[in-house]
């Protein structure tokens, strides 16, 4: 049987074609001779620079196969990660816990670039990321993690009080109680709220207006469940914040000692989402800060509120709270909080600077970001845990008595406060 191939010369001298002929030991032909092939044979032969970059015919069935055992990987990394936060209290279900994931990953690698958002909005969701395969190692090291917890040392042994220690740590406990107790969170707006909040999710165009901020339909959809909030919900709610705090002309908040004077707003002032963008962007000159409190003397303040965009990828709330003396940060995702610290800092005495003419006296001030901050356990409440943030801290609270699963109350809330442009 014939095995050789026919290849064709191009001589540039003479731009004329000669042919050559290889074949193997087994078929002898003479010099000169011409192959004879069939029009089907002929098909089938290709020049050898072309044959060199064919990809092989098993490539994409490799890259499939390659590809689903990473998929088959990732997802029981995963799985082993959600059996093991179960097992240290996490509540919600694997699709979250997913999210989560791919939020924390995504997040992870904030702090070496930062990007902030744009007035024209907060599109996160199309721009978070599905894990890819180089993300096994992260799955691994949070395995390694919550392995290493569960594994930790048990606590010591409680302390065994006596009975008059007793008697006196249940008054002392009773007594903080009635001082911070506050209404539970409810499960749901009463049915006539409930019924407006439909209503005001099937309106078009704006929805309501309330000072210089405005929220249209598309911004008002943002407050479904599920959903990353924007710019334009974030300083609506805002905005109705700082209002309420100046309708109380007096603002005695904590200072006040009755119960009723107690639930009263403090005198805080409200900074947009815009703010913390030209103040990390820019800076205090370059961004012309001190025209923001042209009109207004931040230190004569109980509180200074501003939500934070990280990397426009998440919302946290920081606070500049003159009565305690603290530079305070709260993260639903529980992250570094030294970059907020530096920056509330630098501008405080800038703005000292600018209006007192001397530097700031940090003496007896501190930063401030507990542990008990409510988490989040999914990829897109960080939001709505803001909002809630900065509302109870305009009202002096210290603690929050919200979590997780309130979240779902709050948007609805939010919906309905923001349709009637005041706080419930």
Request: glycine share 4%; proline share 5%; with cysteine.
């Amino acid at each position: 049987m014939l095995r050789g191939i026919e290849i064709l010369h191009l001589d540039s001298s003479s731009n004329s074609m000669r042919s050559s002929q290889v074949s193997d030991s087994s078929t002898d032909l003479s010099k000169g001779s011409q192959l004879s092939l069939s029009s089907s044979e002929r098909s089938t032969v290709y020049p050898l620079g072309r044959n060199r970059r064919r990809e092989h015919i098993y490539a994409q069935v490799h890259r499939a196969r390659v590809r689903r055992d990473h998929l088959k990987l990732r997802e029981e990394m995963a799985r082993e990660l959600f059996d093991l936060k179960r097992r240290q209290g996490y509540t919600s279900g694997f699709s979250d816990f997913k999210g989560l994931l791919e939020y924390q990953q995504r997040l992870s690698d904030i702090d070496s670039e930062y990007r902030f958002p744009s007035t024209s909005g907060f599109r996160l969701k199309r721009r978070i990321p599905r894990l890819e395969p180089d993300s096994e190692a992260f799955l691994q090291r949070a395995i390694e993690k919550a392995k290493a917890t569960l594994n930790s040392p048990k606590p010591p042994k409680p302390f065994s009080p006596t009975f008059e220690q007793l008697k006196e740590y249940q008054r002392k406990r009773d007594e903080a109680i009635e001082r911070r107790l506050r209404p539970p969170v409810p499960s749901s707006l009463p049915p006539e709220d409930e019924e407006q909040v439909s209503r005001l999710l099937r309106k078009r165009g704006v929805v309501s207006k309330f000072a210089r901020e405005q929220v249209s339909d598309q911004d008002l959809a943002r407050l479904q469940p599920g959903q990353w909030l924007n710019d334009e919900i974030i300083n609506f709610y805002g905005a109705m914040i700082l209002a309420r705090s100046e309708e109380c002309k007096e603002n005695p908040g904590a200072k006040t000692k009755t119960k009723q004077q107690k639930k009263m707003p403090l005198n805080a002032h409200y900074f947009s989402s815009f703010f913390w963008t030209k103040l990390t962007r820019e800076g205090y000159d370059k961004g012309r800060l001190a025209k923001w409190t042209k009109k207004i003397d931040i230190f004569s303040k109980d509180i200074i509120l501003m939500p934070v965009n990280h990397g426009n990828s998440h919302w946290t709330a920081a606070a500049i709270n003159f009565r305690q003396r603290r530079f305070e940060s709260y993260d639903s995702m529980n992250m570094a909080k030294e970059r907020v610290f530096k920056a509330l800092r630098g501008y405080v005495n800038d703005e000292h600077i600018n209006k007192r003419k001397k530097p700031f006296d940090f003496t007896g001030w501190q930063d401030w970001a507990p542990d008990s901050t409510p988490q989040q356990e999914n990829g897109y409440d960080c939001g709505v845990f803001t909002c809630q943030f900065l509302e109870s801290l305009s009202r002096g609270e210290e603690k929050f008595n919200f979590s997780q699963k309130d979240m779902r109350y709050f948007r609805r809330q939010m919906i309905w406060e923001i349709g009637n442009a005041k706080l419930r």
